[in-house]
C-alpha cells in the first residue's frame, strides 16, 4: 500500500499489516498558493455562501494553506513501480519510482484531454491530449530502464 499527505514529498510504502517497508522522499521547497489560485480554488464555495447566506458553516471560511500541495496523485503500474504526479508552479511532473524506491525518470505533465486519464505501465505512459484545432493526440512516453 502507498501512502501519502500532500504536505510534504513523502510516500510510505507499507504491508497489509502496516509496517513500512520503505519511504520514497524528496526535498522540494514550499510554493505559496497565489492570490489567484486561492480565488480559483475558492469559486464554488463563495458562489454557495453567496447563495445561502444563511448557511452555517464552521469554520465560516476555509483556511488558507502556508503552501501548495506536493502531491497530486499517485498510480502504480501493474509491475509495482509508483507513479508520482508531483506539484510545482512552473508545470507539474510525473516521476517514476521503481519498486525499490529509486527515481528512474522525471517527465512533464502535459494538459490532458478531459475525463482521458493517463495510462501507466512499467516502461511507458500513453497520454491524450487536445490541441487548439480540436484534434485528439496520443502521447508515448517510453522509459529506459537502463537509462539512469
Request: glycine share 6%.
Amino acid at each position: 500500500m502507498f501512502v501519502a499527505l500532500t504536505d510534504a514529498y513523502r510516500i510510505a510504502v507499507t504491508r497489509g499489516d502496516g509496517d513500512t517497508l520503505r519511504v520514497i522522499e524528496s526535498t522540494l521547497p514550499p510554493e505559496p498558493v497565489s492570490d489567484e489560485e486561492w480565488a480559483a480554488a475558492n469559486q464554488a464555495f463563495e458562489a454557495f455562501r453567496a447563495d445561502y447566506p444563511d448557511a452555517s458553516c464552521d469554520p465560516r471560511r476555509p483556511d488558507r494553506p502556508d503552501a501548495k500541495p506536493f502531491i497530486a496523485a499517485l498510480h502504480v503500474a501493474p509491475d509495482g513501480r509508483l507513479w508520482v504526479e508531483v506539484v510545482r508552479t512552473a508545470g507539474n511532473r510525473w516521476e517514476l519510482f521503481d519498486v525499490e524506491g529509486r527515481l528512474l525518470a522525471s517527465l512533464p505533465v502535459r494538459p490532458q484531454k478531459e475525463r482521458a486519464a493517463p495510462a501507466f505501465g512499467s516502461e511507458h505512459m500513453v497520454t491524450i491530449r487536445r490541441d487548439s484545432l480540436d484534434l485528439d493526440h496520443v502521447d508515448v512516453w517510453r522509459i529506459d530502464p537502463g537509462g539512469r
